[in-house]
């Protein structure tokens, strides 16, 4: 029987990456979950970007749904140019792969957890992911 693990959002290493301005913190990473992903960005600064613009619809690349999470402060999603303003506790779902999204920081220290997955697949780190860990200088992990 494996033993569980563990951690704050604090105690878990984190980096710029260059689609946002806040933190991006790879939890999936951090544990080595291997079914689905899971990552989490903190925003310094009211005004900050969180999430960048962006959709899952090149076949040639993940079809992640993804479900936001407003752990903490407050964001403004822009889905399919529809504005919503999320506060702590907020759930926002881009189930459809084409659907556009992003988000801001309408507070100082938002904290926004991303958690995707495509359907009917068995879940595989992304070349995006590699590349994000790369340029914070971490090993993926699993390799």
Known sequence: MSQPTHSTLSGIPGGRVSYSD??????RNHFGITAFGINAYTAARAGDSIIGDHD?????????????????????FVVDG???????????????????????????STIVLVIGAEVGAPFEI?????????????ATNPA
């Open 22 to 27: 806040s933190t991006w913190q790879p939890i």
């Open 56 to 76: 899952h619809a090149d076949p040639s690349v993940e079809q992640h749904q993804e479900l936001y999470f407003v752990h903490a402060g407050a964001a403004r």
């Open 126 to 138: 992304t070349t995006a992911e590699r590349e994000d860990l790369a340029s914070v200088g971490f």
């Open 82 to 108: 529809l504005e919503v303003d999320a506060p702590a506790g907020t759930f926002v779902n881009a189930h459809d792969v084409t659907t556009r999204r992003s988000a801001t920081a309408l507070t100082d």
